[in-house]
Every structure is written in C-alpha cells, then in structure tokens.
C-alpha cells in the first residue's frame, strides 16, 4: 500500500457563512491530496495526461464526515493506495486537523481513460512501475 501525505490551509473562501469548510471543498482537498501523492513518487498527472494521453476521470467520490474544519486550520491529509491498479484506481484519504482530531475520511474511485478513443484502458506502465515498490 502506498501512503502519503500533504497539508492545507484553509483559506477563509473556503467557508460556509458559519465558518466550517463548506462540504464541496473537501472534493477539491482530495484532489490536490491525490496529485501531491502522485508528485511525491516523481509521477506528474500533466504528463499523464499530455504525454502518455491517458485521463483520469473520477468515477466515485464517498466523504464521510466526522468534524468541521474551519478558517486557517491547518490540515493534514493522509492519502492512500490501498491496492495496485488496473483499469481503476482508488484513493483513500484521511483529513486530521493540526490536533490530529479525525475530521473527515473518504475515497475516490477514477478510470483510466485513452484521451484519443475515450475508452477505458490499463493503467500506464510509468504508473505501474513507480507504484509497484509498494505492492511487493
């Protein structure tokens, strides 16, 4: 299993008129949590997708909320693999304020798409490769 991690602020725009992080906004945590995982293993989703010509589009998104967060916490967000990927990946992630109180816990699911023909399609091999350290 493959896990990272990464912090956030949260950015007084990104608050509800009663000061928690507005609820769509950890859709937008979790992407930037699964991108910086991917970075931190030398992987760069830009070149994924203008490179190796394969998208990622997320197929399921499930949060489940256990606490707020509020203006200029500081967030830490685990985000793990849980599996190696196929013609799917999942990522699993774990939001922690800077108490280490459990705040919110989710994961997504996304496909692997060929940007050319729009069909699904396996997972790139530079993907594999970097990942499979962590399945042995």
Request: hydrophobic fraction near 35%; glycine fraction near 6%.
């Amino acid at each position: 299993m493959y896990v990272a991690e990464t912090k956030l602020r949260v950015r007084y725009a990104e608050t509800d008129q009663m000061g928690y992080v507005y609820y769509g906004n950890y859709a937008t945590y979790y992407e930037i949590g699964r991108v910086e995982a991917l970075r931190d293993l030398g992987f760069s989703y830009k070149a994924l997708e203008t490179e190796a010509g394969v998208m990622m589009p997320v197929l399921e998104l499930h949060v489940q909320y256990k606490a707020p967060a509020l203006y200029d916490d500081e967030l830490r967000l685990q985000i793990s693999v849980p599996e190696m990927p196929q013609t799917r990946m999942r990522f699993e992630y774990k939001l922690y304020n800077a108490a280490g109180k459990l705040l919110n816990e989710g994961y997504t699911t996304l496909a692997f798409v060929n940007k050319s023909s729009g069909r699904p399609c396996r997972v790139p091999e530079e993907l594999k490769q970097v990942l499979l350290p962590y399945f042995k």
